[in-house]
Every structure is written in structure tokens, then in C-alpha cells.
């Protein structure tokens, strides 16, 4: 018998990985094709001996071995090199010969994927497949006491104000004074969630930009894109195509050394300015862009060194009030571009949130405020953030619609409500229940993610390497050979079908609720959910 | 459905006459309960145009609460009119107390004060009375408020109106808002029916308003203490009237372009778009959401229709000089004013506002296209 291996603590065996690869020495061709392409080289050529006793019946003859070679896959498994479920593998596969599969009751490599202390960083989402927005269902349909209207004949109105608006007294007082009056933007209300330039591959990012300005020139709907904290391609920021981009600030500054130079050159405003304070996905942390994917694009537009990780602070140097340093910063941002343009900040789901929002409303330059829930993914954060900071939407959301309404302010500061929406898939059905709970308007990245690039990322721990630039559909990778298998045309003919779609289906939940004619913000009577205390909670209609 | 009526005329007329046409019209509404808004009375209450009229039913201790409470403030008794039931009391229709219309003399001190203070004194009297008797239901206010009588109950229309002899000479007025049916959206709750009331501006609504919710919530942050009730979805429908001409200062012309107010494009070829774009951004939270037939009264005794943005509820104006009417069919306006010129006969569509000024000359429309007069 041959002696056993080292074992370590940190020993594993195939099974004690979430993803084991299945592969089937029939069929496969031994092409190669999948080692190549395994963006973690979990798998490697396999080069397998074979022995075989011949025996005959009732040991006519004394037994013989046979000693045989055979070739294919080996799964590796130590920790640093475990699969991740991308299914690349079977993608490139000319015979489905291979593929991973999921086992969940596999859990031996959470405990070993801190190696040299090194605690786990990653991409993705929060892995948990929960989601209370789907519960959320519709309730106050429209049938005899009023008529329902027809989705796809009846005019609709579905836009939404982002910018501080004022009180009706006041905006008319100031109209008739031709005194200033804040910026405001109509915008369709499903907007593309902070994603930099960085985080996100080139090709992935003009998709995007071209998706986004068709769907505003050529069918009319007025998407609006947030850049994340990484600044903007130069080129995009002296182009017309400026305002259909939400400029985004946070700890970093990244790529504010560009902005601001451009700035005399700028052709339009940009539709706004986010200031990023906190991110759903790991709220008090700031973003992080690891060094493998810092090369010289991205460090010339941030205005940085190439090769090395870029943490943003978790806070912003100057902020050490919310009374001062925010206003401060509204105010700056809003005289940058001559208070012609909307500056709000993006805060991470928090139970602190509602005294940021009361701040604002006192504060006649906020032009909103954006909350990001506990389910907002990112591009690189630390496990733990990802899966146990934070706060969920539906009642954080909740919670500052209804200080709105109790200031009387509920016209006046849009709610933007993001994290976790269409996480199963149902992104309309998601966007409209937040958009009736209080939300002006929602945003998602993650979804776009999926659905205009193909990303392969999933609630099960699946793929979530955006983080170290090897993403295997070159949606956040900074190489161009991963990044040119996404064609930038298709991605933009992708995100236009996503809002087309996207639209249809919030026309077919708005119209049978009777509502057209202006977007449903807080129309709680129309929601129900079959959880007595999640009704309580939202104050919506318990159901069974 | 509901079924409205309203009628303006230049000599008064009897109530009876619009409970005639909603009765003409019965196969559209369910006879649930009656709701009447009768203004610029003629009669002996006509001789007291200044003097606050309190409407409402009263159950013996609630008149005693009355009594006390109107005593305190230095109201003094001008004229009581009390609806006597003429027959027993219509099937499914409670004994509910004495309905009755009390003038009141102002106390000298508030007489003293400007007109806008003597009308927020009626107005937070009728809230505190109302808030008085809502627990042991002794006292209900519909409105008190000069030159106003208002009367609601549970029942068919033409029972109630005989039951309570709403066709004597003391009722005879020029401007009536009648509807026949009690709400039945929410609970049944005599503050639930139409036509409702708040300091000299009257509406009622045909059919459900499905933004609702948010406008209420809207109206109840405003920190008006009218701004209160909400027992229906057609209450705000008189509150936004009245945000918009006494908070807003705008003219009825205004009042479409509050509540539906134009498509973007509809707006880039309007003169006064800046106006407009404005109105609809700053009062977006009163955009309703149809489908509605508004009918109503301004203070000025100015009534008007509108319609919701897509046109889904049925409504006429039509009439002669000296008397027109508007009503949700036009079998109502030919039970009412017969021999008028049917061919002149109006149906407001989708950007329409049917206006008939007191004169009860003629029907103007205005169109939301057109361009608005001046705020004043």
C-alpha cells in the first residue's frame, strides 16, 4: 500500500469543496480547452495510472495486473485554487464533457480561505438567495370600482424627478421672482447603479455608455448611468454624451484630477452628482480597486501609480459633521458647475439613515439621497462586509419615506433605493414595490451585470473574482484577452433590450393598479405580503 | 358608480329638482345615500348672507353640547331650521336625531377681524365640533359656513328627500351639488359621501381615485387643520381645490393642470410652459391618477367639471340662460332643464374644464392648451 500524502490542516479533498468539477473520460476530447480557460486554474491535466487485476473464474490462473496511462482532468484542491463554479469550463467544452457541480453541504473550504491570515476578499453579492421584495405582491388591482387601464394602448407617464424640488409655495414664488430655483432632472426611474471605470473592463463600460445613449436618442427613455468612483474616460467627459452620466464622488477623489480638468471644456453638464459615503455591499468601508486590475488606462484616468491596490478611505478626509463637512461638500460639488446641477449623497443601508435624510431636508442644496441595502454588490470587498454588514432596503427605504411624509416633505427629496433589486431575477416586480414603499427611483448594477454582459455571478458563492481582474466574460477584468470576448455593441443592444423589458413589465404592474398618469411613490395601498410582522413593519396590507 | 347633479341657477330653485335627476338616472348609481351641498340660498336665509350657517344632525345631547360650545365663543341663534321627517324613516335609513341648519351672529370680536380670519374660525369650529361628537356619534357636522346649507344621509335619494321635506321654500337656492350614492369604497360613514366641504369650496367625484394614499398623505402634511377627514378618496379632490386657489392663489383654470396636468409634449407648444412645468413639478404629489368627473363650487358660487386625463367617467353640461346644470348622464339634464338647446349640450373630454359663473350666462370651456390667465 502506498503511503498517504502529507496531510495538513489544511488538506483537502474534492469533497470538501463547494464546487466539484464532473468530468467524463468518455466524451472528453482531451482538447485542453478547459484548463486554458479556468480563470483559477482549478483544473489542470490530469495524468492518471490505471491498474487492472485480471482474475479468471474460480482462480483457474493466478491473477495478473495490468498497468494502463490514461489522460484528462485533475481537480485541484488546494484552497488558493479552488473551483469557483464559472462553468467556463463547459462553456468552451465541445462535448459537455465537463462541468462543476454545486454541493452545498460542502463547506470544509470556508474555514481555510484565510491562508497567511490573509482574510477572504472577493466580488459578487451577499449569497443569500432570500429575497423579501419578492414576497411583495400587488394587491389593489383595478376591475369594476375603477377601470383597469391597458398596459399597452394607454398613455404613461413613468418618469421621475431626480433633484431638490421645491415646495409649491416656493417654486412658484421663485419663478415669478426669476430667482434661482435647484436643478432638476426628469429620469427614468431604474437607473444603472455605480459601476467605475476600473471596476468595470473598457469594453463592459462603452457597452454601457452606447446602451444607455441609445435608449435616450433613438427610444426616447431618459436612462441615466452612475460612474462609481473612478472617474471618466476624457473623451466622454468633452462629449455631449456627459449628461446622461451621473458623476460620482467618494473617499478616493479617483479620477477627480480629470473631471475637474475638463470641466472648461465641457460641452454639457453632467446629469449629476453623487457623493459616496457608504455602499451597501460593505457599508463603513471604502471602495477598493485590487492592484491586479490598476494598469495604465486606469491609472492615468485616476491619476495614480500603476500596480497597486487602490483602497479608498472609509470616510471622507474632510468629514467630520454631517451639519458642516456634508453641506460643505454639496455645496462645492453644486458651485463647481454653478449650481446647474443635482448633488446628492449615496449612503449604505443604515439605521443612522434617517438622520442623514433629516439633515438634508434641511439643507436646500440636497438633491436627494440614494440608500444602498445590504444586498448591493461590489466589485472587491472583504467576505465579511459582504455577507453581515448592513441593513436591508425595504425598511430603511420605509422608514425615511415616512419622515418625508411626516415633514411634509415627501415631494421635495427623492429617495433612490438600491441593493439587492431584481437579485432572483425580478427586477420590475422589485423596482415597483420600492418605488410604492417611497423610493423616487432604483438602482441596479448587479442585474445589468448578468443581464447586458452575461456576468455568471450568483446568490451560491458562484464565480465573485471581479475582485481580482480575471473575470471569465471580461466584464471587470483589466486584460485585454479576457476583456475582448465582451463586444461592447452587443452588451449595448443588450442593456436596451433590459429596459425595454424592463419597462413593458412596469407598465403591466402599474396598470392594473390604475396608476398612469404619474409614477406610484408611496402608494403603500396597493402592496401586500402574507408576513404579519413585515406588514406591520412596512405598513402595507397583511395577505393570506 | 356614483351619479352627480348640480345645478346653477340665477333665481333660486328647489333641491328637488336635482334629487329629480338623480332619480331619472338611478339605473347608473346603487340609491345608497344622498349628499347635498346648496349654496347662495334664496328664502329667509338668504336675507343673512353674512351670517355662519352650521348644517348637520344633531342627537338631543349633542345639541346640548352645541349649545353649550356655540354659547362659550358668543354665537348667537339668528334662524333654525329644522328638517322635520315628513314620512317614516326609508328602509336601511337610521334615526340619527334632529338634522338641522342653525344661522349663527358672529360675537362681536370676531365680527372686528378680517374676512380670512373670520373663515378660519368657522372652519376650525366645524373640525372641533366634528372631532366633539365623533366618539359618542351625538353630533355631525357637514359645514358652517355662510349662505351654505349641507345635508347628507344613508338611503335612496327621492325617499330621503321626502322624508325629510327637502322641497320646502327655506331650501330654495341658486347653487346645488347633489350625489346618490353613499360611499361604498371604504365603511359606510356619513363623512364618507360626497359632496364635501371646506371653507366655501364644494366637490364631489364620480369613481375611485387610485392615487389616493399619496395625496393624502400629501394634503394631511400640509399642516392645514382642514386638511383632515379622508373618510373617502374623493375628499381630496375639494382639498386640492382648495390648496390651489387659497394657498396657491390660482384661479379654477389652474385647477386641470394640478391635477392632470399636461404630457411633456403637450406642454413644449403652450405659452405659458415655464408656468406649467413648474406646477407640475412642484405639485406633482396632486397628480391624480383617474378615472374621475370632478363637479364642483368656488367660493364665488363659480362651478365647474373636469374630467380625468384619459376621459373615463361620464359627464354633461348643458342648460339655458339663467339655469344650467351639469350632470353624469344626460337624462338628468333633461329631467332637469328640459327645453334647453340639446345641440349646445357639452361634454368635457380630457383637457376640458366646464366653467358656469354665477351669471348663469353661458359655458365656458377651458381648454388645458390654452393659454392661463395671470395669477392674481
Given at each position: 500500500?502506498?503511503?498517504?500524502?502529507?496531510?495538513?490542516?489544511?488538506?483537502?479533498?474534492?469533497n470538501?469543496l463547494?464546487?466539484?468539477?464532473e468530468?467524463d473520460?468518455?466524451?472528453?476530447t482531451?482538447?485542453?480547452r478547459?484548463?486554458?480557460?479556468?480563470?483559477?486554474?482549478?483544473?489542470?491535466?490530469?495524468?492518471?495510472?490505471?491498474?487492472?487485476?485480471?482474475a479468471?473464474?474460480?482462480l483457474?490462473?493466478?491473477?495478473?495486473?495490468?498497468?494502463?496511462?490514461?489522460?484528462?482532468?485533475?481537480?485541484?484542491?488546494?484552497?488558493?485554487?479552488?473551483?469557483?463554479?464559472?462553468?467556463?469550463?463547459?462553456?468552451?467544452?465541445p462535448?459537455?464533457?465537463?462541468?462543476?457541480?454545486?454541493?452545498?453541504?460542502?463547506?470544509?473550504?470556508?474555514?481555510?480561505?484565510?491562508?497567511?491570515?490573509?482574510?477572504?476578499t472577493?466580488?459578487?453579492?451577499?449569497?443569500?438567495?432570500?429575497?423579501?421584495?419578492d414576497?411583495?405582491?400587488?394587491i389593489?388591482?383595478?376591475?369594476?370600482?375603477?377601470?383597469?387601464?391597458?398596459?399597452?394602448?394607454?398613455?404613461?407617464?413613468?418618469?421621475?424627478?431626480?433633484?431638490?424640488?421645491?415646495?409649491?409655495?416656493?417654486?412658484?414664488a421663485a419663478?415669478?421672482?426669476?430667482?434661482?430655483?435647484?436643478?432638476?432632472r426628469?429620469?427614468?426611474?431604474?437607473?444603472?447603479?455605480?459601476?467605475?471605470?476600473?471596476?468595470?473592463?473598457?469594453?463592459?463600460?462603452?457597452?454601457?455608455?452606447?446602451?444607455?445613449?441609445?435608449?435616450?436618442?433613438?427610444?426616447?427613455?431618459p436612462?441615466r448611468?452612475?460612474?462609481?468612483?473612478?472617474?471618466?474616460?476624457?473623451?466622454?467627459?468633452?462629449?455631449?454624451?456627459?449628461?446622461?452620466?451621473?458623476?460620482?464622488?467618494?473617499?478616493?477623489y479617483?479620477?477627480?484630477?480629470?473631471?475637474?480638468?475638463a470641466?472648461?471644456?465641457?460641452?454639457?453638464?453632467?446629469?449629476?452628482?453623487?457623493?459616496?459615503?457608504?455602499?451597501g455591499?460593505?457599508?463603513?468601508?471604502?471602495?477598493?480597486?485590487?492592484?491586479?486590475?490598476?494598469?495604465?488606462?486606469?491609472?492615468?484616468?485616476?491619476?495614480?501609480p500603476?500596480?497597486?491596490?487602490?483602497?479608498?478611505?472609509?470616510?471622507?478626509?474632510?468629514?467630520?459633521?454631517?451639519?458642516?463637512?456634508?453641506a460643505?461638500?454639496?455645496?462645492?460639488?453644486?458651485?463647481?458647475?454653478?449650481?446647474?446641477?443635482?448633488v446628492?449623497?449615496?449612503?449604505?443601508?443604515?439605521?443612522?439613515?434617517?438622520?442623514?435624510?433629516?439633515n438634508?431636508?434641511?439643507?436646500?442644496?440636497?438633491a436627494?439621497?440614494?440608500?444602498?441595502?445590504?444586498?448591493?454588490?461590489?466589485?472587491?470587498?472583504?467576505?465579511?462586509?459582504?455577507?453581515?454588514?448592513?441593513?436591508?432596503?425595504a425598511t430603511?427605504?420605509?422608514d425615511?419615506?415616512?419622515n418625508?411624509v411626516?415633514?411634509?416633505?415627501?415631494?421635495?427629496?427623492?429617495?433612490?433605493?438600491?441593493?439587492?433589486?431584481?437579485?432572483?431575477?425580478?427586477?420590475?416586480?422589485?423596482?415597483?414595490?420600492?418605488?410604492?414603499?417611497g423610493?423616487?427611483?432604483?438602482?441596479?448594477g448587479?442585474?445589468?451585470?448578468?443581464a447586458?454582459?452575461?456576468?455568471l455571478?450568483?446568490?451560491?458563492?458562484?464565480?465573485?473574482?471581479?475582485?481580482i481582474?480575471?473575470?471569465?466574460?471580461?466584464?471587470?477584468?483589466?486584460?485585454?484577452?479576457l476583456?475582448?470576448?465582451?463586444?461592447?455593441?452587443?452588451v449595448a443592444?443588450?442593456?436596451?433590450?433590459?429596459?425595454?423589458?424592463?419597462d413593458?413589465?412596469?407598465?403591466?404592474?402599474?396598470?392594473?393598479?390604475?396608476r398612469?398618469?404619474s409614477?406610484?411613490i408611496?402608494?403603500?395601498?396597493?402592496?401586500g405580503?402574507s408576513?404579519?410582522?413585515?406588514?406591520e413593519?412596512l405598513?402595507?396590507?397583511y395577505?393570506? | 358608480?356614483?351619479?352627480?347633479?348640480?345645478?346653477?341657477?340665477?333665481?333660486?330653485?328647489?333641491?328637488?329638482?336635482?334629487?329629480?335627476?338623480?332619480?331619472?338616472?338611478k339605473?347608473?348609481?346603487?340609491?345608497?345615500?344622498?349628499?347635498?351641498?346648496?349654496?347662495?340660498?334664496?328664502g329667509p336665509?338668504?336675507?343673512?348672507?353674512?351670517?355662519?350657517?352650521?348644517?348637520?344632525?344633531?342627537t338631543?345631547?349633542?345639541?346640548?353640547?352645541?349649545d353649550?360650545?356655540?354659547?362659550?365663543?358668543?354665537?348667537?341663534?339668528r334662524?333654525?331650521?329644522?328638517?322635520?321627517?315628513?314620512?317614516k324613516?326609508?328602509?336601511?335609513?337610521p334615526?340619527?336625531?334632529?338634522?338641522?341648519?342653525?344661522?349663527?351672529?358672529m360675537?362681536?370680536?370676531?365680527?372686528?377681524?378680517?374676512?380670512?380670519?373670520q373663515?378660519?374660525?368657522?372652519?376650525?369650529?366645524?373640525?372641533?365640533?366634528?372631532?366633539?361628537?365623533?366618539?359618542?356619534?351625538?353630533?355631525?357636522v357637514?359645514?358652517?359656513?355662510?349662505?351654505?346649507?349641507?345635508?347628507?344621509?344613508?338611503?335612496?335619494?327621492?325617499a330621503i328627500?321626502?322624508?325629510?321635506?327637502?322641497?320646502?321654500p327655506?331650501?330654495?337656492?341658486?347653487?346645488?351639488?347633489?350625489?346618490?350614492?353613499?360611499n361604498?369604497?371604504?365603511?359606510?360613514?356619513?363623512y364618507?359621501?360626497?359632496?364635501?366641504f371646506?371653507q366655501?369650496?364644494?366637490?364631489?367625484?364620480?369613481?375611485?381615485?387610485?392615487?389616493?394614499?399619496?395625496?393624502?398623505?400629501?394634503?394631511?402634511?400640509r399642516?392645514?387643520?382642514?386638511?383632515?377627514?379622508?373618510?373617502?378618496?374623493?375628499?381630496v379632490?375639494?382639498h386640492?381645490?382648495?390648496?390651489?386657489?387659497?394657498?396657491?392663489?390660482?384661479?379654477?383654470?389652474?385647477?386641470?393642470?394640478?391635477?392632470?396636468?399636461?404630457?411633456?409634449?403637450?406642454?413644449?407648444a403652450?405659452a405659458?410652459?415655464?408656468l406649467?412645468?413648474?406646477?407640475?413639478?412642484?405639485?406633482?404629489?396632486?397628480?391624480?391618477?383617474?378615472?374621475?368627473?370632478?363637479?364642483?363650487?368656488?367660493?364665488?358660487?363659480?362651478?365647474?367639471m373636469?374630467?380625468?386625463?384619459k376621459?373615463?367617467?361620464?359627464?354633461?353640461?348643458g342648460?339655458?340662460?339663467g339655469?344650467?346644470?351639469?350632470?353624469?348622464?344626460?337624462?338628468?339634464?333633461?329631467a332637469?332643464?328640459?327645453?334647453?338647446d340639446?345641440?349646445?349640450?357639452?361634454?368635457p373630454?380630457?383637457?376640458?374644464?366646464?366653467?358656469?359663473?354665477p351669471?348663469?350666462?353661458?359655458?365656458?370651456?377651458?381648454?388645458?392648451?390654452?393659454s392661463l390667465?395671470?395669477?392674481?
Amino acid at each position: 500500500m502506498q503511503s498517504a500524502a502529507v496531510i495538513t490542516p489544511s488538506t483537502l479533498s474534492v469533497n470538501d469543496l463547494p464546487w466539484q468539477i464532473e468530468w467524463d473520460k468518455d466524451t472528453c476530447t482531451l482538447c485542453g480547452r478547459c484548463t486554458a480557460v479556468c480563470p483559477v486554474s482549478a483544473i489542470e491535466l490530469g495524468v492518471h495510472r490505471k491498474r487492472t487485476v485480471e482474475a479468471t473464474p474460480a482462480l483457474a490462473k493466478k491473477p495478473t495486473n495490468s498497468y494502463s496511462i490514461y489522460h484528462g482532468i485533475r481537480q485541484r484542491t488546494d484552497p488558493a485554487y479552488h473551483c469557483i463554479g464559472c462553468a467556463m469550463c463547459n462553456m468552451v467544452c465541445p462535448n459537455n464533457a465537463i462541468a462543476p457541480r454545486l454541493r452545498p453541504e460542502a463547506t470544509t473550504l470556508k474555514f481555510h480561505n484565510n491562508r497567511g491570515g490573509a482574510a477572504r476578499t472577493r466580488g459578487g453579492r451577499r449569497n443569500d438567495g432570500g429575497s423579501l421584495l419578492d414576497q411583495i405582491k400587488f394587491i389593489r388591482i383595478s376591475m369594476l370600482t375603477d377601470p383597469a387601464l391597458d398596459a399597452g394602448r394607454h398613455e404613461f407617464n413613468l418618469r421621475t424627478l431626480l433633484g431638490r424640488i421645491q415646495p409649491p409655495e416656493e417654486g412658484l414664488a421663485a419663478l415669478a421672482d426669476n430667482a434661482w430655483v435647484p436643478a432638476v432632472r426628469e429620469i427614468y426611474p431604474l437607473m444603472i447603479g455605480s459601476m467605475s471605470f476600473g471596476a468595470l473592463s473598457p469594453n463592459m463600460w462603452e457597452g454601457l455608455v452606447m446602451g444607455v445613449t441609445y435608449l435616450n436618442e433613438e427610444m426616447g427613455m431618459p436612462v441615466r448611468m452612475c460612474t462609481g468612483e473612478g472617474g471618466c474616460p476624457p473623451r466622454l467627459l468633452r462629449s455631449r454624451f456627459l449628461k446622461y452620466m451621473i458623476l460620482q464622488v467618494a473617499s478616493g477623489y479617483f479620477g477627480w484630477d480629470e473631471i475637474i480638468k475638463a470641466l472648461p471644456d465641457m460641452k454639457e453638464d453632467p446629469c449629476a452628482i453623487e457623493i459616496k459615503y457608504g455602499q451597501g455591499a460593505k457599508p463603513g468601508d471604502g471602495g477598493l480597486l485590487m492592484w491586479y486590475k490598476v494598469n495604465k488606462l486606469i491609472a492615468a484616468i485616476r491619476g495614480v501609480p500603476m500596480g497597486v491596490s487602490l483602497p479608498s478611505p472609509p470616510t471622507h478626509q474632510t468629514q467630520y459633521s454631517i451639519e458642516e463637512s456634508v453641506a460643505k461638500m454639496i455645496q462645492s460639488m453644486s458651485m463647481a458647475w454653478g449650481f446647474r446641477v443635482p448633488v446628492y449623497p449615496k449612503i449604505s443601508g443604515t439605521t443612522t439613515s434617517t438622520a442623514v435624510l433629516n439633515n438634508l431636508v434641511r439643507n436646500p442644496y440636497a438633491a436627494g439621497l440614494a440608500i444602498d441595502g445590504e444586498d448591493g454588490g461590489t466589485g472587491a470587498a472583504y467576505n465579511v462586509s459582504m455577507n453581515h454588514m448592513g441593513h436591508p432596503i425595504a425598511t430603511n427605504l420605509r422608514d425615511c419615506y415616512e419622515n418625508l411624509v411626516i415633514s411634509g416633505k415627501q415631494n421635495e427629496i427623492p429617495l433612490i433605493a438600491g441593493g439587492g433589486i431584481g437579485k432572483n431575477g425580478n427586477l420590475a416586480a422589485n423596482a415597483a414595490a420600492l418605488i410604492m414603499l417611497g423610493a423616487s427611483a432604483v438602482q441596479s448594477g448587479k442585474y445589468i451585470m448578468q443581464a447586458a454582459a452575461g456576468c455568471l455571478g450568483s446568490e451560491h458563492d458562484r464565480c465573485n473574482v471581479c475582485n481580482i481582474g480575471v473575470c471569465p466574460k471580461g466584464i471587470t477584468s483589466q486584460d485585454p484577452r479576457l476583456y475582448r470576448r465582451l463586444d461592447p455593441e452587443k452588451v449595448a443592444e443588450r442593456l436596451v433590450d433590459v429596459f425595454l423589458s424592463f419597462d413593458t413589465e412596469l407598465r403591466k404592474i402599474v396598470a392594473p393598479l390604475g396608476r398612469s398618469t404619474s409614477l406610484p411613490i408611496g402608494m403603500s395601498d396597493g402592496l401586500g405580503i402574507s408576513d404579519y410582522h413585515v406588514a406591520e413593519r412596512l405598513k402595507i396590507k397583511y395577505v393570506v | 358608480m356614483c351619479r352627480l347633479f348640480a345645478l346653477s341657477s340665477r333665481d333660486p330653485v328647489s333641491p328637488m329638482r336635482a334629487i329629480e335627476a338623480l332619480n331619472v338616472m338611478k339605473e347608473g348609481h346603487d340609491g345608497s345615500g344622498v349628499g347635498l351641498f346648496l349654496s347662495d340660498l334664496g328664502g329667509p336665509f338668504g336675507e343673512m348672507k353674512d351670517a355662519p350657517i352650521l348644517s348637520g344632525i344633531f342627537t338631543d345631547e349633542g345639541l346640548n353640547c352645541l349649545d353649550a360650545y356655540m354659547g362659550e365663543r358668543g354665537f348667537v341663534t339668528r334662524k333654525t331650521l329644522v328638517l322635520e321627517p315628513r314620512t317614516k324613516a326609508p328602509l336601511g335609513t337610521p334615526l340619527r336625531g334632529t338634522y338641522m341648519a342653525r344661522a349663527y351672529e358672529m360675537p362681536a370680536d370676531l365680527k372686528a377681524k378680517s374676512k380670512a380670519e373670520q373663515e378660519l374660525a368657522f372652519m376650525l369650529m366645524r373640525v372641533e365640533l366634528r372631532r366633539m361628537g365623533e366618539a359618542a356619534e351625538n353630533i355631525r357636522v357637514f359645514s358652517f359656513w355662510p349662505d351654505t346649507i349641507m345635508i347628507k344621509e344613508v338611503g335612496d335619494p327621492m325617499a330621503i328627500g321626502e322624508y325629510l321635506g327637502l322641497d320646502r321654500p327655506e331650501l330654495d337656492c341658486r347653487r346645488i351639488l347633489a350625489q346618490g350614492r353613499q360611499n361604498t369604497n371604504y365603511a359606510i360613514n356619513l363623512y364618507a359621501c360626497h359632496p364635501f366641504f371646506l371653507q366655501g369650496v364644494c366637490t364631489m367625484t364620480n369613481g375611485e381615485n387610485t392615487a389616493f394614499v399619496p395625496i393624502r398623505e400629501y394634503l394631511l402634511s400640509r399642516g392645514f387643520p382642514g386638511y383632515m377627514g379622508y373618510q373617502s378618496d374623493s375628499e381630496v379632490f375639494a382639498h386640492i381645490m382648495h390648496y390651489t386657489i387659497n394657498r396657491l392663489q390660482f384661479g379654477i383654470e389652474y385647477y386641470k393642470h394640478i391635477i392632470t396636468p399636461l404630457s411633456d409634449t403637450e406642454m413644449e407648444a403652450h405659452a405659458d410652459r415655464a408656468l406649467l412645468a413648474r406646477i407640475k413639478q412642484t405639485c406633482r404629489k396632486l397628480i391624480i391618477d383617474g378615472p374621475n368627473c370632478v363637479i364642483g363650487c368656488l367660493p364665488d358660487k363659480t362651478m365647474f367639471m373636469v374630467q380625468d386625463r384619459k376621459k373615463l367617467r361620464p359627464g354633461v353640461v348643458g342648460g339655458k340662460p339663467g339655469i344650467f346644470a351639469f350632470s353624469s348622464e344626460i337624462c338628468g339634464l333633461d329631467a332637469a332643464i328640459p327645453d334647453r338647446d340639446q345641440n349646445a349640450d357639452f361634454q368635457p373630454m380630457h383637457l376640458d374644464t366646464a366653467i358656469v359663473r354665477p351669471q348663469c350666462q353661458e359655458v365656458t370651456i377651458c381648454n388645458q392648451l390654452q393659454s392661463l390667465p395671470r395669477p392674481h
